[in-house]
């Protein structure tokens, strides 16, 4: 059957592109709409850095006058290049359930990639970083997708696999009640870490904000180039003074201080922890939109939320076997609980398939894997 693929230009076909997921999820009461804004950035260039280096069109797909699917295709010169062959990428699919429709996607993608030198590309994928928006959800149907994180029907795993896609890789998630009382030896052995001399602990200073995220800044920039496990330190993009300085102030709103900790090791910034409530917590209430009238479900998410996210953590290489990531995890938990009570659970995302190191340290937490998103390639 032929399907008629729509590059995405007017608002009305930006409309439709964010419209359309709601006729698939009808009977999927678990899934939450991301924020239409949040998404929107994602495809502008001048909000949009990977715009200076790559390309990224978005399609709606129609059979006659109905819509079909929706998806993006991409490509970014260096984030691309780190493999072999290059991958490309493709992302954000919606699609009714039904295997031409796939297949006449995927044929697209392919030839999209094939006419500007690539041979192979992998997906989902978001264009940018890949701490959100990133991966297939093919484990638990049966819980809302936390903040950053998509929500996908069980047909499209099949649907995919069946045009021919071989297994990239998997992240997991992972979760932890906050009822659920810390293994007291592990308690123990961070009350020894916190009492070491030069040790301190704090949560984030809201009056020194840049200074907090310049310290931030640098744990994550030398944390995630120099891994104890080589896991995919090659796709490591360095955090900008400007990208950390916007994100720290754009969350000040809505982050409760306890549960952002710095830990420094005579007077240096050696560990830390960033988490947020969730905020598809509004999302669900609100459609994915986000006006002035929304504002006050904003300020009250704090005292509302009743699920956190680990947004980003690090600790310094060099302090790594002294505990530092233990100490800012178990206090982050108990402060974080006492100073918002009202929370159920935490989850923590993105977590490699062979990073058994961050599984086993996450798992001696009280925490669990129960979701997985995985990526797929294709080569042709």
Known sequence: MAYRFKIIESKKEIDLFHSFPFQIYENYPKWIPPFRFEIEKIFDPEKNSFFKKGECERYLVFDGDRIAARFAVMNHSEKDAVFEPELGGFGFLEMIDDQDVAESIIE????????????????????????????????????????????????????????????FDDHWSYKRKFATPLPERLVNI?????????????????????????????????????????????EFTELTRETVNTMVKQLKQIMIPESVLIAFVNGEPASFIVSIPDLNEISAQTQGLLKWWHLPKILRIKKKA?????????????????GMEALVFVRGIQMTHRAAPQLDYLEGVWVSEKNWLMQRSLEALGCYHHKTHRTYRWDF
Not at 110 to 124: E, I, L, Q, S, V
Not at 190 to 199: A, L, Q
Request: net charge positive; hydrophobic share 35%.
């Open 108 to 167: 697209f993608a392919k030839d999209w990639h094939a006419k500007r030198g690539y041979k192979a590309f992998r997906g989902p994928v978001n264009f940018g970083e890949n701490d959100s928006f990133w991966g297939l959800l093919v484990e638990n149907f049966d819980e809302p997708p936390i903040y950053g994180m998509f929500y996908h029907p069980p047909y499209y795993k099949t649907l995919l696999e069946n045009t021919g896609a071989v297994k």
């Open 190 to 234: 961070t009350n020894r870490i916190e009492n070491r001399p030069g040790v301190l602990l704090r949560s984030i200073d809201l009056n020194n904000l840049e200074q907090d995220a310049e310290a931030i800044r640098a744990i994550y920039n030398r944390a995630w180039s120099e891994q104890d496990i080589v896991d995919r330190e090659h």
């Open 306 to 322: 009743t699920r956190l996210r680990i947004i980003v953590f690090g600790t310094l290489p060099k302090y790594r076997k002294l």
